[in-house]
T-cell receptor
Framework: KQEVTQIPAALSVPEGENLVLNCSFT??????LQWFRQDPGKGLTSLLL?????REQTSGRLNASLDKSSGRSTLYIAASQPGDSATYLC??????????FGEGTQLTVNP | GAVVSQHPSRVICKSGTSVKIECRSL??????MFWYRQFPKKSLMLMAT?????????EQGVEKDKFLINHASLTLSTLTVTSAHPEDSSFYIC?????????FGSGTRLTVV
């Protein structure tokens, strides 16, 4: 059974700091890994999708890496801003179009 | 593009009543829709997979008679929580596959009093 773990569970940083969120998964047989952002009481916004054959994806200040063999992914956020405050979820897709989510990292960026 | 519209965003209902949640794909056809449930500060748990024109597939432990799913068209899937009880209070989110990933609705906060 696939299990996804995200560390840390919560993170508070001052504005402008670079930060790294971690995601690990137990079964390396994945199709892809996706990072999402969730604001309180809202749905999920897709940030980055990394196919299993890829090593990383970048979008603006966000960079996500994938090491499939070790079951790890990181989301790097450069020059953090208060507007980045949200919960960040990673999810891996396995056979049967099944998404398994981690419990998320709650990020607070302080002005 | 690739928007899934979910309604209502919030609903409060009395115990014993039924609540219907709708998810519509606005600019694409969703032959498959996934329904998730999320408890506070917890991850999303897949409840069921709906397929247009056929019966939904439920995850282990999810009562199909409690959570009725209908996917009657390529753009609409509904989840009906029947005879709701306070323990059904939760955040429900739908999702559709899109462009090798998934796009999510904005979620429905259900509170049963």
């Amino acid at each position: 059974k696939q299990e996804v773990t995200q560390i840390p569970a919560a993170l508070s940083v001052p504005e402008g700091e670079n930060l790294v969120l971690n995601c690990s998964f137990t079964d390396s047989a994945i199709y892809n890994l996706q990072w999402f952002r969730q604001d309180p009481g809202k749905g999920l916004t897709s940030l980055l999708l990394i196919q299993s054959s890829q090593r990383e994806q970048t979008s603006g200040r966000l960079n996500a890496s994938l090491d499939k063999s070790s079951g790890r992914s990181t989301l790097y956020i450069a020059a953090s801003q208060p507007g980045d405050s949200a919960t960040y979820l990673c999810a891996v897709e396995t056979s049967g179009s099944r998404l398994t989510f981690g419990e998320g990292t709650q990020l607070t960026v302080n002005p | 593009g690739a928007v899934v519209s979910q309604h209502p965003s919030r609903v409060i209902c009395k115990s014993g009543t039924s609540v219907k949640i709708e998810c519509r794909s606005l600019d694409f056809q969703a032959t498959t829709m996934f329904w998730y449930r999320q408890f506070p500060k917890k991850s999303l748990m897949l409840m069921a997979t709906s397929n247009e024109g056929s019966k939904a597939t439920y995850e282990q432990g999810v009562e199909k008679d409690k959570f009725l799913i209908n996917h009657a068209s390529l753009t609409l899937s509904t989840l009906t929580v029947t005879s709701a009880h306070p323990e059904d209070s939760s955040f429900y989110i739908c999702s559709a596959p899109r462009h090798a990933g998934y796009t999510f609705g904005s979620g429905t906060r259900l509170t049963v009093v």
